[in-house]
């Protein structure tokens, strides 16, 4: 039986990497030339800039593709360019797929269950009508919004169950308010202990290569007695860990979102991969050509540095 | 300056009506003759599927709009389809509008700041690039996901200030686990109270006609003390009261969700009213044929008790 914890793990190990490239589109950040290709065309303003950011896409998968096996879909920022970026998305996942990528949808959804099970049918399962199946959006994995309750997110478990597929749960999130609502204290628990606990519980059904459960968790890194607490909340979840680069996330804290068994997180960056060739340095040296250079030393530079980090760690509890 | 809420109670007042439609498209229960005539195509299935919703979106936007002005989408059922199914929510959203009603995207999202900027932009926002400037989902309002905290909700407030467009956020679900988190208790406050009393702080600068305030509030009707508690803790914010109909919410309870001035409140049905043709009392009497009927019937009721349930709740305060 499928199981996407065990594909996630076999990843893992054949790519010997726990990086997750963020693909984010921006129009603004893509280089020139895949703007102008795709702009060349007049008409549908939107649908040009669609065709720009899957191109791009297109580019960064084959730069990437041999050096990791995860990459993370933003929706929004496909949303953002209406039903075109939403093919755009739709052709991404086709084409990362192609490549043999694991693809995670970063959609956050979380509704009501009838409605859940629409979402989670949309990204997670089959749409049968007319006699007929067909596929919506083929990811592997999504993230889900507990704010509404367990039985908004068990459509999403169904189907994971189901179609051997992979939900992130946001447990903690890396934004600065995130305190608010999620480090609140009910009877000496905090919510995201209280939601931590319930992935825990969520993903008992669903465990597969080294104890690991398709039921994961996204945790921020940036405050480490949070992460040593949900590390042991939740032993068999898998963390998806947001902010390598941009969001600020220190090597040292990430970490501690890892077992010692060297397993137990992936780690995200998006714009400091993909727009690798906006950075500083990088420009400094280069200027804005060979951009693809950039974005394949970046990949490169972080698969080292957390390959190193977590060897060290290994070394520690030994 | 435009203002939604002023346009929402304007819209309110001229058709006598606060019902909302949920447009809720379900290929299983549009009339057979509207599918027949989408399929007729050979070709892209899910390209068909998208044609039936927006057809039969079309038919009972002809049907409802003498009767109400404003209806509310839920997006799942759209994405649903993949990206045919969001072109037939923005195709949707455009036909309301040319109709002259007020359109509100139920899409719950939530994310990190930067994130949420791009769905506010994609929903709420101008999309600007290359010189020129797209919309790419043209609602009036849209319902938002707290969990993530104020940081996530600001740039949807923002584009709101900017743009005279409305916020709902969700306060508390009508699903049974909404308690699960929604209802925990911290500090002698229930979650829902807290983000209850920031929905209030937030709705101070946008305030329009009669008071009200263009961040408004996502609340169920089942619990009539929770009902109450909100209404004191946002008086000045309308509620978007979901599940008249479907999900079972009775008529004296939906009344707490309004203020004694008669306002406060607007009031969702989908099931309820686009699928009256499938309702058992119809189906003996009717059969399937004149389903139009059975929809225009059904909203005329629904506004009518509400009509009388509004009117006898002034009287009692009178």
Redesign the interface.
């Given at each position: 039986m499928k199981s996407f914890i065990s594909q996630l793990i076999k990843t893992i190990e054949e790519k010997d990497s726990c990086s997750v490239v963020g693909l984010?589109p921006?129009?603004?950040y893509i280089p020139d030339e895949i703007?102008k290709a795709a702009?060349k065309k007049e008409g549908n303003?939107?649908k040009?800039?669609a065709k720009a950011i899957f191109d791009f896409n297109k580019q960064i998968i084959n730069i990437i593709h041999p050096h990791v096996g995860i990459v993370k879909l933003?929706i929004?920022?496909y949303?953002?360019?209406?039903?075109?970026?939403?093919?755009a998305?739709?052709d991404t996942i086709k084409y990362a797929k192609k490549k043999g990528l694991i693809v995670i949808g970063d959609i956050?959804?979380?509704?009501?269950?009838h409605?859940?099970e629409?979402?989670a049918?949309?990204?997670l399962g089959v749409?049968k009508?007319?006699g007929?199946q067909?596929i919506?959006?083929e990811v592997d994995a999504v993230t889900v919004?507990?704010?509404?309750?367990?039985?908004?997110v068990f459509p999403f478990i169904k189907l994971a169950r189901k179609n051997g597929k992979g939900v992130f749960i946001?447990v903690k999130?890396?934004?600065?308010?995130?305190?608010?609502?999620?480090d609140?204290?009910?009877?000496n628990k905090r919510?995201h202990q209280?939601?931590a606990s319930?992935v825990n519980k969520w993903g008992k059904d669903l465990i597969g290569k080294k104890g690991y459960s398709s039921i994961g968790a996204v945790v921020a890194s940036a405050n480490p007695n949070i992460v040593d607490n949900l590390r042991n909340i939740m032993p068999n979840s898998y963390f998806l860990v947001?902010g390598y680069g941009a969001?600020g996330g220190r090597l040292k804290n990430i970490m501690k979102c890892f077992n010692r068994d060297g397993y137990g997180a992936i780690v995200n960056s998006s714009r400091g991969i993909i727009y690798a060739h906006n950075h500083p340095a990088w420009k400094k040296k280069h200027g804005l050509k060979d951009w693809q250079c950039a974005v394949e030393e970046a990949i490169i530079k972080m698969n080292k540095e957390l390959k190193e980090a977590i060897n060290h760690n290994k070394g520690n509890s030994s």
């Open positions: 984010d921006q129009l603004e703007k702009f303003e939107l040009n800039a933003q929004a920022f949303e953002l360019l209406g039903f075109w970026g939403t093919k998305y739709s956050k959804r979380g509704d009501v269950p409605t859940a629409a979402y049918t949309a990204h749409v009508f007319n007929r067909e919506s959006f919004n507990p704010y509404l309750g367990s039985d908004s946001l999130t890396s934004n600065p308010s995130s305190k608010e609502i999620q609140l204290k009910c009877k919510i209280i939601v319930q947001p969001q």
